[in-house]
């Protein structure tokens, strides 16, 4: 399984540049008049959500493969999304 990196993330991002309707043409529209170090820094940040969003996918994918390791990896995603180990009838 391929590892995205950061800068594989902000390559995605660049080569839509100028592209209706892809996140990199929307990204870029959004910051277009921004100072040049801001970009920069927003390409870095966004870079790394690309290339976990893609990670993520390709793990989820690798687990459907076996019905242990997909049901670890459902637990994990459950845990990570619940934050404070609150379930949905808990109470704050």
Not at 43 to 50: R, S
Not at 59 to 82: L, R, S, V, W, Y
């Amino acid at each position: 399984m391929k590892k995205y990196t950061k800068e594989d993330g902000i390559n995605s991002l660049r080569s839509e540049k100028g592209q209706a309707d892809t996140i990199g043409g929307t990204f870029y529209a959004l910051i277009q008049n921004m100072d040049p170090a801001i970009v920069e820094k927003m390409e870095e940040h966004f870079g790394e959500v690309i290339a976990a969003g893609y990670n993520i996918g390709a793990a989820i994918k690798e687990a459907e493969k076996d019905p242990a390791t997909k049901q670890q990896m459902a637990n994990a995603i459950i845990k990570a999304a619940m934050g404070n180990n609150k379930g949905f009838s808990d109470e704050e």
